[in-house]
């Protein structure tokens, strides 16, 4: 069973605070994913990483930024939170391209609930 | 607007009906997802499709490339199937990236 954990299922943090958001997976996979997910907008990529150091923008990068060191850590920051980054946070994975069809399936995170005050 | 548009948001039945959401996509896909999300938040892959019909238990998930469409139906309803229903599509040429819809919000009444 693949595994994929978030550091904090709730988080409360203050406007200009940094903020870390640490995701794990278990399962050796090579694409990592943050998104977040806020009421009316469904879920929106913020970075994609297919790769130690490898990282790639989403649809919107703007306020965060991504470190991938190793395989099976993929953390998301927030150099500077502001308000609107309030919202659910859920980090994803799944196996590269090139292999069976069911290596593209994205295994979420339980999500973290950040609230920025 | 979206390229990925779910119907209805929201849906509420008696637990036995038959349920379908509906999900419509404008762009060329490679595969369409369903996702089930419970209150708390994880989220869970129902279904990855690029052609025809799926079954899992009780869940039956079909597309139709010609009309960009795909439904996801729920039979013998249960309160314990109520959740989010996500569709998501994987553009034509995209290995990784998937375009979300809105969610249908179901709440099954025993």
């Known amino acids: 069973d693949v595994k994929v954990t978030q550091s904090s299922r709730y988080l409360v943090k203050r406007t200009g605070e940094k903020v870390f958001l640490e995701c794990v997976q278990d399962m050796d996979h090579e694409n990592m994913f943050w998104y977040r997910q806020d009421p009316g907008l469904g879920l929106r990529l913020i970075y994609f990483?297919?790769?130690?150091?490898?990282?790639e923008k989403g649809d919107i990068p703007e306020g965060y930024s991504v470190s991938r060191e190793k395989k099976e850590r993929f953390s998301l920051i927030l150099e500077s939170a502001s308000t609107n980054q309030t919202s659910m946070y859920l980090c994803a994975s799944s196996l590269t391209s090139g292999g069976p069809r069911s290596s593209y399936e994205q295994y979420f995170g339980p999500g973290t609930r950040l609230t920025v005050t | 607007k979206n390229e990925v548009e779910q119907s209805p948001q929201n849906l509420t039945a008696q637990e036995g009906e038959f349920i379908t959401i509906n999900c419509s996509y404008s762009v060329g896909i490679s595969a369409l997802h369903w996702l089930q999300q419970h209150p708390g938040g994880g989220i869970v892959s129902l279904f990855m499709l690029s052609s025809g019909k799926k079954k899992h238990g009780r869940l039956i998930a079909t597309i139709n490339i010609q009309e960009k469409h795909s439904s996801l139906h729920i039979t013998a309803s249960h309160p314990r199937d109520s959740a989010v229903y996500i569709c998501?599509?994987?553009?034509?040429?995209?290995?990784?990236?998937?375009?979300f819809g809105k969610g249908t919000l179901l709440t099954v009444n025993p």
């Open positions: 998501a599509v994987r553009s034509r040429g995209s290995n990784y990236k998937l375009t």
């Open positions: 990483s297919y790769d130690v150091k490898m990282k």
